[in-house]
Nanobody, 119 residues
Framework: QVQLVESGGGLVQAGGSLTLSCTAS????????AYWYRQVPAKQRELVAS???????NYADSVKGRFTISRDNAKNSVGLQMDKIKSEDTGVYYC?????????????WGQGTQVTVSS
């Protein structure tokens, strides 16, 4: 089991910046690929960015060039630097990783952190 706790959300003006953080209760988290998702009401949860244990990153087209995912192994944490924020970035941001068990995939989610963009 691993607990994920997100922080750093809040109200930000369009064009501004925000830094989210996800801290895990176990260092095992750092051996896995970590993901940031976001969700807005009435829409499916959207994958925003991912980072492998080796540091390879991937981004949704909608955030490429604006968001940067990173990890700090010493702190068991993954960050999401959000720059040039747009109104469509509003949503609840969730940290995620998963394990493959004999029963299949098991996902770990944080409680989410709200990002609200004002124009």
């Amino acid at each position: 089991q691993v607990q994920l706790v997100e922080s750093g959300g809040g109200l930000v003006q369009a064009g501004g910046s925000l830094t989210l953080s996800c801290t895990a209760s176990r260092s095992w988290f750092m051996l896995n690929t970590a993901y940031w998702y976001r969700q807005v009401p009435a829409k499916q949860r959207e994958l925003v960015a991912s980072i492998t244990s080796g540091g390879t990153t991937n981004y949704a087209d909608s955030v490429k060039g604006r968001f940067t995912i990173s990890r700090d192994n010493a702190k068991n944490s993954v960050g999401l630097q959000m720059d040039k924020i747009k109104s469509e970035d509003t949503g609840v941001y969730y940290c995620n990783t998963y394990a493959i068990t004999p029963r299949g995939r098991y996902d770990y989610w944080g409680q989410g952190t709200q990002v609200t963009v004002s124009s």
